[in-house]
């Protein structure tokens, strides 16, 4: 059998992509429709519950509670069990979840029902990020890991349009006497636990179980990745705990944080922000309209990880894309008059807030390797998913402190503008490194320096 060549990986890492990235895109697009439609149900949900602002908050809040309490221990099953098995168990019982918020009635049950949401998915998100660490060298994670945040622009240019015409079937047949909102989450939760039994006769753990592979394409690619787990080894943390305790993992815990404040603090008031701008209320026409601010954060995810490819550059290509976001949050406050300029600031931050992040990935998946990645990317995801509890809260306190519609905004605004400027930090705490430069006492295949030159 002849040796792997640097076309064998090549090729390992084009089927790869053909293979996987499709799938867990799916995979994101419902787990970010499923946490975040809530936002589309918001004026006929409280209008039939008779739900507070303050209750609505905490609801869509609390997901992140329970979230962050299991993310750790999902996504060391993970490693241990399987990423086939596990990640298909967390989307089977997240969308039976999320079907159950059509009998969420009463303030208590809303509450209950979405914390128990956050419990189901945790582990997912990570779980996905560790998954590509299994598959793709660094070189390239950068861009797959924008591939796979397509998903969440994509629930929204999808799940926009299908959410606000599940809501307006509303008094129709097709309804079957349920609410807008009820059929609405019926509908989306179990087209999740479906793709979520596909998944589990789809997916490959590893290479090593990819019959799609060729020999050499298989070895060619774990050559590689062995090669790289051996120095996040040596220069990272080398265990769960110390993984955990790590200043630097906590670092990127606060960065995400920000992220994830600036992220919900947008999307969980998207639909009714654009139906005041337009002064109507949550439907199928809003429902197009939410999905522009996502379609140009796909497309920004797209180029910025090739920017900064190009640049050799991503610490400050991200701090920079970052705080375009925060820009974006705060003209969109302060033209709040002007509905036209109002949305088109809210494309710049939904812009600004995603393409960040695939080159923020790069950062903790380039540090962490083994059980310590398992566990460090998990934290790094729970801690900052918090930023999502925080958010709502945060928007509506700020509101309603200062008698304000826009004070929420600023507040999202500083917080991102702090977030761009921890991240200029990064290199201060040996995290990033220059792009074109390899780690010391490497052997670098002839093929990972050719992508290095070229690539992530």
């Known amino acids: ?4 060549t640097d076309q064998d990986l090549s090729l390992a890492i084009r089927k790869s992509i053909r293979r996987i990235i499709p799938m867990v895109t799916l995979m994101f697009i419902l787990a970010y429709l499923d946490r975040s439609n809530i936002g589309f149900a918001k004026q006929e949900f409280q209008l039939d519950t008779g739900l507070s602002d303050a209750a609505y908050a905490f609801g869509a809040g609390i997901f992140f509670i329970g979230y962050a309490l299991f993310e750790v221990p999902s996504n060391i099953l993970l490693y241990r069990i399987g990423a086939r ?21 009463t303030e208590s049950v809303f509450i209950f ?4 949401l956050g419990v189901s998915e945790a582990g997912f998100f990570p779980g996905v990020i560790l998954y590509l660490t299994f598959w793709f060298p660094q070189h390239i994670r950068a861009r797959v890991t924008g591939y796979f945040l397509f998903g969440a622009p994509l629930a929204f240019i999808i799940g926009g349009p299908l959410s606000g015409s599940l809501l307006s079937l509303e008094g129709t047949v097709l309804a079957f006497g349920l609410h807008g909102w009820q059929l609405m989450f019926l509908v989306e939760g179990l087209l999740a636990s479906a793709v979520g039994i596909w998944v ?3 997916l490959d753990d590893r290479p090593d179980n990819a019959s799609w592979l060729t020999k050499q394409e298989k070895e060619a690619l774990n050559k590689t990745l062995d090669q790289e787990e051996q120095v996040k080894l040596a220069h990272g943390p080398k265990g769960v705990w110390q993984a955990l305790l790590d200043i630097r993992v906590l670092y990127l815990c606060l960065i995400w944080f920000t992220v994830q404040v600036c992220g919900y603090g947008i999307y969980f008031f998207l639909p009714t922000q654009i139906a005041t ?21 796909a497309i920004a995810v797209y180029y910025v990880p090739r920017i900064s490819e190009r640049l050799q550059e991503r610490r400050y290509v991200a701090s920079i894309t970052f705080m375009s976001g925060a820009v974006g949050i705060a003209i969109s406050g302060l033209a709040d008059s002007i509905p036209l300029i109002a949305i088109v600031a809210l494309c710049v931050a939904a812009a600004g807030h995603l393409a960040m992040q695939p080159l923020y990935w790069t950062f903790p998946s380039s540090y962490l390797g083994g059980a310590a990645a398992a566990s460090g990317i998990a934290l790094i995801n729970s ?6 509890f925080v958010a709502p809260n945060l928007r ?3 509101e309603q402190t200062f008698h304000s519609a826009q004070a929420g905004l600023y507040f999202l605004a500083m917080v991102t503008a702090a977030g761009s400027l921890m991240i200029l930090a990064l290199r201060r705490f040996g995290i990033e ?3 074109n430069t390899p780690p010391a006492n490497r052997n670098v295949s002839a093929s990972e320096a050719k992508y290095l030159r070229h690539s992530d």
């Open 277 to 297: 701008l337009m002064g109507t209320k949550v439907g199928l026409l809003v429902g197009f309209i939410t999905a522009i601010p996502p379609l140009c954060a």
């Open 113 to 116: 029902l979405r914390f128990l």
């Open 396 to 398: 509506v306190w700020a």
């Open 200 to 202: 589990f006769f789809y």
């Open 433 to 435: 490194k220059p792009m």
């Open 383 to 388: 801690m900052g998913n918090l930023g999502g």
């Open 1 to 4: 059998m002849p040796a792997p």
């Open 85 to 105: 098995v596990w990640l298909a168990r967390i989307m089977v019982t997240w969308g039976l979840v999320s079907a159950s918020m059509m009998f969420a009635h």
